[in-house]
């Protein structure tokens, strides 16, 4: 039997989902005052915040998006087309395509960065209490659910 999530865990929740979204907002609403959609600026961070040891193939890319290989090309063409990124052949294999950012992406791309950091400074405090609660609600339905079934193994070796 699985423990049933509280009202606590609901609440925590909820609240989680809704700092998260008003970050996504205000995101979208500052892409959106530099000329971009939210995807495109999504894909400029991809490329430019790519992990250490991968490069921004347009394969490495849709996957960070979680979006279709297609989708990327077209994300990635658009772009291009706008003067924001550069395609560029793999030195080490010639059929992947490689995403660079230019030099008018980098500073749109800084300077919409630069606003969310500064968001994130301000709000950070609330998304990560969210996210607290969250995982201790999710803790909490964890202990019970092995308690559970600690006693339910118990309860059936008693005479």
């Known amino acids: 039997m699985s423990s049933r999530l509280t009202d606590t865990g609901y609440r925590a929740l909820a609240e989680f989902r809704y ?21 495109q600026y999504l894909l400029l961070l991809a490329v430019r915040g790519m992990p250490v040891g991968n490069e921004p193939s347009i394969q490495a890319l849709a996957f960070r998006l ?13 772009l291009a087309h706008m003067g924001l990124v550069r395609r560029n052949r793999s030195r080490t294999d010639a059929r992947v395509v490689q995403v660079g950012l230019t030099g008018r992406g ?14 994130l400074s301000q709000s950070g405090p609330e998304l990560i ?10 803790q909490s339905m964890t202990r019970k659910k092995s308690g559970q079934h600690r006693n339910s193994g118990s309860q059936l070796n008693r005479p």
């Open 66 to 78: 979680g979006v279709h290989h297609n989708t990327a090309v077209e994300r990635v063409d658009r």
């Open 129 to 138: 209490t969210a996210l607290t609660k969250v995982v201790l609600a999710t």
């Open 106 to 119: 980098d500073r749109i791309l800084e300077k919409l960065a630069r606003k969310r950091m500064t968001e």
């Open 19 to 39: 700092q998260i979204r008003h970050f996504l907002s205000a995101s979208e609403k500052s892409a959106r005052s530099a000329g971009l959609e939210p995807e």
